[in-house]
C-alpha cells in the first residue's frame, strides 16, 4: 500500500523544527510501524540523507523505549498497542501520517521523534520503591498478599513507563505515571511503612519537573499501552493527602531537573580512582 | 596461558559459604574511596549497582538507553527458578543444580552452577520484599509453575512479565541507590573501550550518545553486565540495541571468551513474515505446558488446522518424548521444529513453522483459564499476525533467543583481566552448552545481588592500585582508538547501509552457525564472513557526524564488532567437533538423530584469545571435572 509520512524533523533543542513529507509506495501491511520507518531510513541513507531519530529496543511491547504520536494519538490508533506493535494493516493505503514527538515541557526535545525522558527517573528516584538493601529480605511466604491484592498490584506495575499519558494530557501532566507507581507499592504490604512520604517526595518531584496538574480528563488512560487505570491517580491523592497531615513536619526534598547531556560527573578523572 | 579457575575445594555444598569467609572484606570507612564502573543496567548490572552503592561503594552505571529501565532483561516472559520446594513436590537445592548441569549438556562448572541453585532461595525473598507482585494462590502464598523441560514446579513468574517487575524491582533499588547519592546513572552512555593498566581493568572510555563526546572514566574495578550477542544473528528475540561491543573491546583488550557458539534456539516464536523483518517476537516457553505442537502428517497438506483430522496430524514431541512430551528442553524441541519443516511438513506461508495448539486446553479448562494463564501473550500474537489463536492454532517457529557463551570468568566472576567482573548473559559460565528455561532471570539476579558484592570486596581488598593521571599512555591510546574507528566509519561514505550488512551477516550465521552445523558449512561461513568484513570497511555508509545523535553511527560500530564476532563463533564451532546441547554438528548424531557428545576430547571450556586482526584466535582450554552428576547422555524419551 501507499502511504504518506509527514515526519516532524529537528536536529537539536536549539532547532525549531519542522514537518516534512516522505511517500511510502510499497508498505507491506504485516510491517510494524517502526519498521516501516526502518524502510524509509533505509531509503534515506541510501540517497545520502539522514535518517529519522526514533527511540526503539525491544520491539515488543514492553521496554517502553518507543512511541510518538501519530495524527495526534500516541502510540497510533489502536487501543493498548505500542508503535512496535502496531501493524501498518490498521491503516487505509493512501492515507497520510502526521508523526511528531512527545510534547511536553518535561520531556526537552532530543532530535527528531527523540525526547529526554529522565524526569520519569528522578520521580522513581523520589520514592518509587520499597527500602529494603540486598539480603534483609525474610522468607518470600512470610509476606502473605491475598490474590486479588497482588492482582491490582500488577496491574498497576505494568507500567512501562512510555510517556504516552503526558503526551496525552491537554495539561502534560504525569500523573498515571506517578500513580501507577505509588499504587503498586501503596496496594502491597510490604510498601506499607513508606506509603505517606513516598508520596509526598513523588508528587514533590513531579512538580518540580515542569509536569501540568491532573484535572481528572483521563486522555492518559485512553492512551496508555498498558491500559492503566485512572483510579490509581485516586491512589496517589488518597497517599499524598494522608501523607501531607501525618507527615508536615517532613522535610520534602526534591532534585533540580537536568536537561543538558553533558558528561555526567564532568570528571574525566576521578579523585576517589585511588585507595 | 593456564586458566586459574579458583574453585573451591572440598564439598560442594559448603564451597560458597566457605569462599564468603576466606574472602577479604573492605572496610565500611574505606568503600566510599572506590569507584567502581558497573557497564549495563538490566537484571545483574541494575542489581549490582543498587547493592553495591547500599554496601556504600561510589558506583558509576552506564547505560545507551535513555533509562536505566529500558534494558532487555524487561522482555523476560515466563518466569524465574527457585529451589524453594513451596510445591512439596521434591523440589531441592541439589535437584536444581542437577537438572541444571544435565540441561546444560554436562559442559558447565559445578562449583557454580551449585552456587546458583543454593543463591535461587535468596533471590525469591528479595525480590517478595521489594514488592516484584508474584502469581500468588488465593491463601496468599506464592505459587509456582513447571516451565521449559521441569519435572517440578520451581518457576515463580508474574503474569507473562516477569523479567519486567524484576528488572523494575532492580531499577527501582538502583533509583534509590542515585538517590542516596551512591550510584550516579550516565543513560545514553555507551563503553567503546576498556583501559588496563599495568595489566588491570582500571576504566573505560565512553561515548556520549547524545553530544558525541568522548570521555574517560577511571574507577578501581569495571563490572560488565552487557547481555548477550544473539543479535549476531541480525534476527533474534533479542533488543534491537543489544550488542556484543563492550565484551568485544574487553576481549581485545585481553579477555578471553568463552564458548562463542553456544547459542540457543528459542523454540516458541512467530514464524518470519517478510524482509523487512526487523525482530523475532518470542512467545512464552510457558505456553508449551497447555498448547501442543503438531504439524500434518502428510507432506505438503495445505489444508487450514481445523480441516485436518486428529488421525492425519503427527504431535510430534508427544510421539518421539513420551515422558516430557511438549515439556522437552530448548534445543531439543527447535531442533525437531527444524527436522519436521525441512521434511516438507512446515505449515505458514513460508512453511516455516508449526502449530501450538491449545484447543485440548481450553476444552479442559475452560477458555477463562487459558485467558488467565497467558491473556497477554495471546493478545500480543493476535496484534501480530491478525489471527485469534483461542480459535486457531498459533504458528511458531524457532529463534535465537540467548548466547551461553561470553567472557571467561573464574569462580569470582573475574575474567582473565584482573580487575574485570563479568555477570549475566555476558559472562559463560552457569548454563554449558544450553539454558533451561526460567534461568537466565536466576543467574542475572544471583550475579548482581548476591555474588559480585563479595568477590569484587576481596579483589579491592587484596590489591594495592596506583592513581591514573589522565596523561597514561594506555588512557590516551584507548581514546585515540576509539576516536579513530569512528572517523573511519564516517569517512568510508561507501553504499550500503550498515543494516544491509548487518542482515547478510545474520544470513551466514543463521546458515551455517545456527540450529545444526557442519565442518563443511563453517568453513564456508568463516570465508564469507571475512569477504564480507572486508567489504564492510570499504563500502559501507554512515551517515551524520559524530558529535551528535547519531543511530547509524552506533549501529556501524557495534555491526563491525558482530563482523569479528560471528569469525570466532565458526571458529569455535567448528574445533569443538561433537555435538552438545545447542551446538548440533550433524556429523555427531544418535541413529535417532539426538545430540552426540564427546566427553573424552570435548569435556572443556574452550576459551579464545585475541590475536589481532587476521590473526588465528588463540586457545586455552578449562576442563571441566565432575564429580556430582556424572556425564550420561541426555534422554527426555
Known amino acids: ?275 | 596461558m593456564a586458566l586459574d579457575s579458583r574453585i573451591p575445594t572440598g564439598p560442594i555444598e559448603q564451597a560458597w559459604e566457605k569462599t564468603k569467609f576466606d574472602l577479604k572484606l573492605v572496610n565500611p570507612a574505606n568503600k566510599r574511596k572506590h569507584t567502581i564502573i558497573v557497564v549495563g543496567s538490566g537484571l545483574a548490572g541494575g542489581a549490582a549497582s543498587a547493592t553495591l552503592g547500599e554496601l556504600g561503594y561510589n558506583v558509576k552505571c552506564f547505560c545507551f538507553q535513555d533509562s536505566p529501565r529500558r534494558a532487555h532483561s524487561i522482555a523476560a516472559q515466563g518466569g524465574i527458578n527457585a529451589a524453594k520446594n513451596y510445591q512439596n513436590d521434591g523440589d531441592s537445592i541439589y535437584r536444581l543444580f542437577y537438572d541444571t548441569v544435565k540441561g546444560g549438556d554436562f559442559r558447565s562448572r559445578e562449583a557454580n552452577v551449585y552456587r546458583l541453585a543454593e543463591i535461587s532461595v535468596k533471590i525469591i525473598d528479595q525480590c517478595v520484599a521489594q514488592g516484584v507482585p508474584f502469581a500468588r494462590e488465593y491463601g496468599g502464598s506464592l505459587t509456582n509453575r513447571s516451565f521449559g523441560g521441569a519435572q517440578v514446579s520451581r518457576t515463580f513468574y508474574a503474569r507473562g512479565q516477569t523479567g519486567q517487575q524484576l528488572l523494575l524491582g532492580a531499577y527501582q533499588a538502583l533509583e534509590r541507590q542515585v538517590n542516596a547519592g551512591t550510584v550516579e546513572m550516565l543513560a545514553r552512555t555507551e563503553m567503546l573501550d576498556l583501559i588496563v593498566i599495568d595489566g588491570k581493568a582500571r576504566g573505560i572510555v565512553a561515548r556520549n550518545l547524545v553530544t558525541g563526546e568522548i570521555s574517560t572514566y577511571i574507577a578501581d574495578a569495571v563490572v560488565l553486565a552487557t547481555g548477550g550477542y544473539g543479535n549476531v544473528y541480525y534476527l533474534s528475540t533479542n533488543a534491537k540495541g543489544s550488542n556484543v561491543t563492550a565484551s568485544w573491546r574487553a576481549h581485545k583488550r585481553g579477555a578471553l571468551f568463552a564458548n562463542p557458539c553456544y547459542t540457543q534456539i528459542h523454540p516458541t516464536c512467530i514464524p518470519v513474515s517478510g524482509d523487512y523483518q526487523s525482530k523475532l517476537t518470542l512467545m512464552s516457553e510457558s505456553l508449551r505446558n497447555d498448547g501442543r505442537i503438531w504439524v500434518p502428517m502428510n507432506k505438503g497438506d495445505k489444508r487450514k488446522p481445523e480441516q485436518i483430522p486428529e488421525a492425519e496430524r503427527d504431535y510430534y514431541l508427544e510421539r518421539r518424548y513420551p515422558s516430557f512430551g511438549n515439556l522437552v528442553p530448548r534445543d531439543v524441541a527447535s531442533r525437531n521444529a527444524k527436522a519436521v519443516c525441512d521434511e516438507g511438513r512446515g505449515v505458514g506461508p513460508s512453511g516455516l513453522g508449526v502449530y501450538l495448539d491449545f484447543a485440548d486446553a481450553i476444552r479442559r479448562l475452560g477458555e477463562q483459564t487459558i485467558r488467565e494463564r497467558y491473556g497477554n501473550l495471546f493478545d500480543m500474537y493476535e496484534r501480530i499476525t491478525d489471527e485469534n489463536p483461542y480459535k486457531v492454532p498459533m504458528r511458531i517457529y524457532p529463534a535465537i533467543h540467548y548466547t551461553m557463551g561470553g567472557l571467561w570468568v573464574d569462580y569470582h566472576l573475574q575474567s582473565t583481566i584482573p580487575g574485570l567482573f563479568v555477570l549475566g548473559e555476558a559472562n559463560f559460565s552457569d548454563h554449558g552448552a544450553n539454558r533451561l528455561g526460567a534461568s537466565a532471570l536466576m543467574q542475572g539476579l544471583s550475579d548482581g545481588y548476591f555474588v559480585i558484592p563479595y568477590t569484587i570486596g576481596n579483589y579491592l581488598a587484596t590489591n594495592k592500585l596506583g592513581k591514573v593521571e589522565e596523561s597514561n599512555a594506555e588512557v590516551r591510546n584507548a581514546v585515540a582508538c576509539v576516536n579513530e574507528t569512528i572517523s573511519k566509519l564516517l569517512s568510508i561514505k561507501g553504499k550500503r547501509t550498515v543494516d544491509s550488512f548487518h542482515r547478510e551477516l545474520g544470513k551466514i550465521m543463521w546458515e551455517y552457525c545456527g540450529m545444526s552445523r557442519t565442518a563443511e558449512g563453517l568453513q564456508k561461513a568463516i570465508g564469507q564472513i571475512r569477504e564480507l568484513r572486508d567489504d564492510y570497511w570499504q563500502n559501507v555508509t554512515v551517515p551524520g557526524a559524530g558529535a551528535d545523535l547519531n543511530q547509524s553511527l552506533e549501529k556501524a560500530g557495534r555491526v563491525a564488532d558482530f563482523l569479528e564476532l560471528g569469525e570466532l563463533m565458526c571458529i569455535d564451532a567448528l574445533e569443538r567437533n561433537e555435538s552438545c546441547g545447542g551446538h548440533f554438528r550433524e556429523e555427531h548424531q544418535t541413529p535417532d538423530g539426538e545430540a552426540k557428545r564427546d566427553d573424552e576430547h570435548f569435556s572443556y571450556v574452550a576459551a579464545w584469545g585475541y590475536r589481532g586482526p587476521g590473526n588465528r584466535p588463540e586457545l586455552t582450554k578449562e576442563p571441566l571435572e565432575f564429580e556430582y552428576v556424572h556425564p550420561s547422555q541426555r534422554s527426555y524419551k
Open chain 1, 1 to 275: 500500500m501507499k502511504l504518506t509520512l509527514k515526519i516532524w524533523r529537528q536536529t537539536g533543542r536549539k532547532d525549531k523544527g519542522r514537518f516534512v513529507s516522505y511517500a511510502m509506495d510499497d508498505v507491506n501491511a504485516e510491517m510494524s510501524m517502526l519498521e516501516c520507518l526502518d524502510v524509509l531510513n533505509e531509503s534515506l541513507i541510501e540517497r545520502g540523507e539522514e535518517p529519522v531519530a526514533f527511540e526503539h529496543d525491544c520491539r515488543e511491547g514492553i521496554c517502553g523505549s518507543c512511541g510518538f504520536m501519530i495524527n495526534g494519538i500516541p502510540h497510533g490508533p489502536l487501543p493498548a498497542t505500542t508503535v512496535c506493535q502496531l501493524t501498518m494493516r490498521h491503516f487505509k493505503d493512501g492515507e497520510e501520517l502526521v508523526i511528531e514527538p512527545w510534547r511536553a515541557a518535561a520531556f526537552p526535545a532530543v532530535k527528531d521523534l527523540v525526547v529526554d525522558r529522565r524526569s520519569f527517573d528522578r520521580i522513581i528516584a523520589a520514592g518509587g520503591y520499597i527500602s529494603v538493601s540486598t539480603g534483609n529480605a525474610p522468607d518470600g511466604n512470610a509476606i502473605l498478599v491475598s490474590k486479588d491484592t497482588s492482582d491490582r498490584a500488577m496491574d498497576a506495575a505494568a507500567c512501562i513507563g512510555c510517556g504516552a499519558c503526558v503526551a496525552a494530557c491537554p495539561n502534560a501532566s504525569s500523573a498515571l505515571f506517578t500513580g501507577a507507581k505509588i499504587a503498586h507499592l501503596s496496594i502491597l504490604p510490604q510498601g506499607a511503612p513508606e506509603r505517606d512520604g513516598r508520596a509526598l517526595n513523588m508528587v514533590a518531584q513531579m512538580n518540580a519537573e515542569g509536569f501540568g496538574g491532573c484535572t481528572n480528563i483521563g486522555e492518559c488512560t485512553g492512551a496508555c499501552p498498558k491500559e492503566i487505570q485512572l483510579e490509581v491517580i485516586a491512589t496517589m491523592n488518597r497517599d499524598f493527602i494522608r501523607g501531607s497531615w501525618k507527615r508536615r513536619d517532613q522535610e520534602v526534598r526534591t532534585v533540580k531537573p537536568m536537561t543538558e547531556w553533558s558528561t555526567g560527573s564532568k570528571l574525566k578523572i576521578d579523585p576517589h580512582a585511588t585507595s
